[in-house]
């Protein structure tokens, strides 16, 4: 199999129970979903709160299971107990709250409590542990307190502690929502590079669309489904459909709508404010 | 609230700082025991020369060494006047029904040294250790445990855990309280049990917090391949080098030359 | 109605040290605006927050309440309270009871309304904020984040204040979830002429529902002026880790382009519209 991520037919339901133990109530949180990701590949899920990408997410790491259909990672079969920290190696995991997934006290410390529980080498581990804080862009932070950083640096420490792993796949769970604009900027930044120069397969959960500009490939889910799939050109020129989902669109594709909607020809895929002004400019300076 | 610290560690490679934690843990609990042995000036001298050294070598300022004995004023006033005023023997000193002896003055300077000592030696392992050093040397320590069954490794993850949640929940509490300040809740006045009562809109957020951290905590623990602490390796295993047994040859010399104090003298 | 005097505060290290974290601020809020704040994180936006309602005092200066100082002695607070009303970032920091209607019931109660009284607005606060009236009896833990907020926002509108401090209120929400909360305050604005200071990370917003704006940085207001002149000062902004909305960016490199527009728009309506225009100009 070519594909290090790969689901199929993938549905999940969260099961309440009562003090009894009796079922109180049944959710479908994911419904037939097909999705696959090639090796390098950058892909983001999109989807409003409670669309179920969280749910996928979790999936991917074999943290949960899937109640019907198949999730392989790397080909190997998430409901197989052998691989499962195999699995989880393989597809590493940054989650939304900054505080709650750092365990370490020291940053370096916190970088090497993955590949300690791998139980790599101690004299490979300090190299494994400056070779990710490197990559992350959070060395100089390496015998800082976890406490005295801000939420991105916190987020790059979440990062770097996945690539000592050495992990092929990051899975990123809404790793921006609670931060602020400069954070987010960095965090993003920071798995731009880590796909473009380290190779490692990025799945970026957000709801944050500027987030998913330089996606490869783009997945929007809603209702536990796939809702629709594309280039981030294909799925930002689907406007509407994208606000039926309450999702909504970067300022330059609104603004860019607008106008074409008022009959200028505006072509629907540009993402950028400079490709916005060179359409807009062309436009003007043409036939006069 | 942001000052909540535990182990008040102050930075610094002095050759106590460099000590492998282990030690510092046994050479603080031998000084007790010295503390416990002598019964005479010279013994306490030999601590007091121990003491001073260790002091010395590690480079904390006295004054914070000091400081640190604030805390405990009450319980040395307390101990102070008990053993003044209630050690039965040649009276020196009387006033009304209360009656000062000299055994009770010898008594009560032995006990304040020792208290003294007593948590000038302690606080100079926190101030000289990392919370998360003395945690992995407790663990290490407390290994033969494991024979019965005691799950050593998982009590010294919960209080790496609890170290480094400490601050961030005291942080949390004072946001809550100020949030619920802004809905005019009232923590100051009032009976105690009103006081008590106005602290649930604090405590329900603050655990409701708690667990949801913990939770969180759990699952990405669980993501990392953490799988309790067998096969586990460490990056900075703890080893013995050359200072650290010599520092053990200085507690079994503190030792030794406290029970001689006692024995010959 | 609120004014601040050359207001000043340093946090008190201990042992003399102090970390200067708001340096002589003045400004007023008058009834009815709807003033955005912005500013770097550590700029001093949450400390001049929490010197509003007087969990703070300034150490220079004055805060004064409709005339009153609200630092002097015997100063009731929690009246100031219930009438500059302020929303914590995120609702898990106030929501405790075991019913969302019992939630909102708490500020009313604190102030000593009857029981009567609070339950009549906490029932109106909770319509306003347009929580379905399903969800009045549930626990608030059961609640979506967006419905969360809701319910802290009418926590604080129960009480009926007159200017309501939000301290981004979207955190963490969808984008419709976003709009939906920036909306319902724009509301509040309209029918209840309540003065809103929204604190916000988006320049985006605050563009589109301010009537002006206050930057903070390193404990200073820089300024204090209306949306079009604050994001004009793209540069000086971007110094302090801020930023213009994109569209400004995208007027800006129009006009470099040689597309004949004005420069210092800062929402998307006002630019299509604005394009259309030097269209026709150029092609009419």
């Known amino acids: ?183 987010r900027n960095d965090v993003i930044r920071a798995v731009r590079a880590l796909n473009y120069v380290e190779n490692i397969t990025v799945i970026l959960i957000t709801h944050y669309m500027e987030e998913t500009i330089y996606a490869d490939r783009i997945y929007v889910m809603d209702g536990g489904k796939v809702a629709f799939s594309g280039t981030p050109r294909e799925v930002y020129s689907r406007v509407e459909d994208l606000e039926k989902l309450r999702l909504t669109v970067p300022p330059v594709v609104r603004l860019s709508k607008f106008l074409r909607d008022s009959g200028l020809h505006i072509p629907a895929d540009i993402l950028t404010e400079d490709g916005l002004a060179d359409a807009i400019a062309k436009e003007y300076n043409a036939g006069t | 609230m942001k000052g909540v610290v535990l182990g008040q560690y102050y930075p610094g490679d002095s050759l106590i700082h460099s000590l492998d934690p282990r030690v510092k843990i046994v050479s603080t609990f031998v000084f007790i025991i010295s503390l416990f042995v002598v019964d005479n000036v010279p013994g306490y001298a030999v601590t007091a020369l121990f003491l001073v050294s260790a002091v010395a070598l590690s480079k904390v300022p006295v004054a914070r060494l000091i400081k640190g004995l604030s805390g405990i004023l009450v319980l040395m006033v307390f101990t102070a006047v008990f053993n003044l005023f209630l050690t039965p023997g040649e009276v020196v000193f009387s006033f009304y029904s209360l009656q000062i002896t000299r055994e009770g003055i010898i008594v009560t300077v032995k006990m304040l040294v020792r208290l003294v000592f007593l948590i000038m030696g302690s606080s100079l392992m926190t101030y000289t250790t990392t919370p998360s050093a003395l945690a992995d040397a407790l663990e290490s320590l407390m290994k033969p445990l494991k024979v019965v069954k005691v799950p050593v490794h998982e009590i010294s993850m919960m209080i790496s855990i609890a170290l480094r949640f400490i601050p961030i929940l005291a942080e949390e509490a004072d946001i809550i309280i100020k949030a619920q300040k802004a809905r005019c809740a009232d923590f100051d006045t009032g009976s105690v049990i009103k006081r008590a009562k106005a602290m649930i809109p604090v405590l329900v957020p603050l655990f409701v917090s708690a667990f949801r951290r913990a939770n969180d905590l759990a699952v990405a623990m669980e993501a990392r391949c953490y799988r309790g602490g067998d096969n586990r390796t460490r990056m900075r295993p703890l080893t013995y080098c050359a200072r650290d047994y010599r520092a053990y040859a200085v507690d079994a010399a503190l030792l030794l030359g406290c029970i001689l104090t006692r024995v010959i003298l | 109605m609120l004014e601040l005097e050359n207001v000043s505060f340093t946090y008190d290290n201990g042992a003399g040290v102090g970390t200067r974290a708001l340096e002589g601020v003045s400004f007023s809020v008058e009834p009815g605006e709807f003033i955005g704040l912005i500013g770097h994180t550590g700029s001093g936006k949450s400390t001049l927050l929490q010197l509003l309602i007087g969990l703070l005092k300034p150490t220079e200066g004055r805060i004064l309440f409709e005339g009153e100082d609200i630092g002097q002695k015997g100063y009731d607070l929690k009246k100031l309270r219930s009438r500059v009303g302020m929303v914590f970032q995120y609702p898990e920091h106030q929501l405790f009871e075991e019913t969302v209607f019992k939630d909102v019931c708490y500020g009313p109660q604190n102030i000593g309304l009857s029981q009567k009284e609070c339950e009549l607005r906490a029932y109106e606060a909770l319509r306003s904020v347009g929580l379905p009236d399903e969800c009045f009896y549930v626990s608030p833990f059961e609640l979506s984040g967006g419905q969360k907020r809701r319910v802290a926002i009418a926590g604080i509108l129960a009480m009926k204040p007159d200017i309501l401090v939000l301290d981004e209120p979207t955190a963490g929400l969808d984008p419709a979830g976003k709009n939906e909360i920036l909306d319902l305050t724009d509301e509040l604005k309209r029918d209840r002429n309540i003065s809103i200071i929204l604190v916000s990370h988006c320049m985006e917003d605050v563009a589109e529902y301010a009537d002006r704006i206050l930057v903070m940085d390193h404990g200073r207001l820089k300024y204090d002026e209306s949306p079009v002149v604050v994001f004009s000062h793209v540069e000086e902004l971007e110094k302090m880790g801020l930023s213009a909305p994109a569209v400004t960016y995208i007027m800006r490199k129009l006009k470099d382009r040689g597309v004949d527009v004005r420069n210092n728009i800062i929402t998307i309506p006002e630019a299509g519209a604005e394009i259309m225009a030097a269209f026709k100009r150029r092609h009419p």
Request: hydrophobic fraction near 40%; charge should be negative.
């Open chain 1, 1 to 183: 199999m070519k594909e290090i991520i790969k689901t199929k037919n993938l549905g999940f339901d969260y099961i309440r129970r009562n003090e009894n133990g009796e079922v109180e109530s049944i959710a479908r949180a994911i419904d037939g979903v097909d999705i696959s990701i090639e090796p390098g590949e950058f892909v983001a899920v999109l989807g409003a709160n409670g669309s179920g990408k969280s749910t996928l997410a979790r999936h991917l790491n074999a943290l949960l299971k899937p109640t019907e259909g198949t999730v392989w990672i790397n080909g190997m079969d998430t409901r197989d107990e052998g691989k499962i920290w195999e699995i989880r190696r393989t597809a590493g995991m940054v989650f939304q709250n900054p505080d709650n997934q750092i365990i370490g006290q020291v940053v370096d410390e916190d970088v090497a409590f993955g590949p300690e529980n791998l139980g790599v080498p101690a004299e490979e581990l300090p190299g494994r542990v400056e070779e990710s804080l490197k990559a992350a862009g959070i060395y100089e932070f390496r015998n800082s307190s976890p406490n005295n950083l801000s939420g991105g640096q916190k987020q790059r420490v979440s990062i770097a502690g996945v690539l000592a792993m050495h992990s092929s796949c990051i899975v990123l769970d809404e790793p921006t929502a609670m931060l602020d604009p400069l954070g």
